[in-house]
């Protein structure tokens, strides 16, 4: 099958990845990282990164363009999310390519049709109500040194998955963990009491 990603013109500042889920093993029990679901963009020699897509921030997003000092001509009352604990000031947002939507660069190819971006004129769009209306803003990321995702990985930590779309632009927590086990076809009922304990 064509990738509809190829069909699309390049755009300057603009690149793809190949991203997949990692889906946190219910032997996981590290307060940042248990029942997480994380999207991972980049894995290579030198280390890896992703972002978590199921943890809120302690801010919503009206109060964080506010402390921003981002004037708002909307009141979004959306979830931020804490994308993890490397750099926590950062932000990055994951949005659809809605038509009409002037490009925001630089930005990233996710998937088709979803692209990402630290743009500050995506935010001041956002505020103006000129922007997406399907987003996620996460702050930080999460890391991994060189050779550290593969040991998690084959100790189960995590458990690989192809990047389903459906696991994104959702304003619940364990729910999409649980959501993404069944995708991977894991029964939920077989580690609910594991899950109760975290």
Request: aromatic share 6%; net charge negative.
């Amino acid at each position: 099958m064509d990738d509809p990603a190829a069909a699309q013109p390049e755009v300057a500042g603009t690149r793809r990845i190949v991203p997949m889920m990692l889906i946190a093993g219910p032997s996981l029990q590290d307060p940042i990282f248990a029942h997480t679901v994380i999207l991972l963009l980049e894995s290579g020699p030198s280390g890896a990164y992703g972002m978590v897509v199921n943890k809120p921030a302690p801010v919503d997003l009206a109060t964080l363009l506010d402390g921003a000092g981002i004037a708002r001509t909307a009141a979004p009352q959306r979830t931020v999310w804490l994308g993890g604990p490397v750099q926590p000031e950062a932000g990055l947002v994951l949005y659809v390519d809605e038509p009409g939507l002037e490009p925001f660069e630089p930005q990233t190819i996710v998937f088709p049709g979803v692209h990402m971006s630290s743009s500050m004129s995506l935010l001041h769009a956002i505020a103006a109500d000129r922007g997406p209306q399907t987003f996620a803003l996460y702050l930080g990321r999460a890391a991994w040194e060189a050779g550290q995702l593969e040991a998690e990985l084959a100790a189960g930590v995590w458990l690989p998955s192809e990047p389903d779309v459906s696991l994104l632009f959702h304003s619940d927590t364990d729910s999409c963990w649980l959501r993404a086990l069944q995708l991977l076809g894991t029964d939920p009922a077989h580690i609910a009491p594991t899950a109760a304990q975290a």
